[in-house]
Nanobody, 123 residues
Framework: QVQLVESGGGLVQPGGSLRLSCVASGSSLGYRAIAWFRQASGKDREFVAGVNGDGGTTNYRDSVQGRFTIFRDTAKNTVFLQMNSLHLADTAVYYC????????????????WGQGTQVTVSS
């Protein structure tokens, strides 16, 4: 059974950058698809970005396309989310989640979740 731990969150000014990490333990990431979701205060959790189990297929929500990049480092058993040009609206708790092979935008399709890391964009 794989466990996921996120890190890298923090406080950043608008226009700044952060890199989030999702480290897998207990099992290799292997064939698992990994997605990042986020939940802002008082709002529903939403899909942000995902990478398929093959590591070659990625997809993003429209509002982060061109600003965020998701990528896997197999040697480190880690998936990263590079976030550039951060907006106030990106403030949220960010979670990574795993499922087999293909990313889904539906959080109910994921059974394995990390504990979350807070990202706050503020001037």
């Amino acid at each position: 059974q794989v466990q996921l731990v996120e890190s890298g969150g923090g406080l950043v000014q608008p226009g700044g950058s952060l890199r989030l990490s999702c480290v897998a333990s207990g099992s290799s990431l292997g064939y698992r698809a990994i997605a990042w979701f986020r939940q802002a205060s008082g709002k529903d959790r939403e899909f942000v970005a995902g990478v398929n189990g093959d590591g070659g297929t990625t997809n993003y929500r429209d509002s982060v396309q061109g600003r965020f990049t998701i990528f896997r480092d197999t040697a480190k058993n880690t998936v990263f989310l590079q976030m550039n040009s951060l907006h106030l609206a990106d403030t949220a708790v960010y979670y990574c989640a795993a499922r087999t092979w293909v990313v889904s935008h539906n959080q109910n399709d994921f059974k394995t979740w990390g504990q979350g890391t807070q990202v706050t964009v503020s001037s």
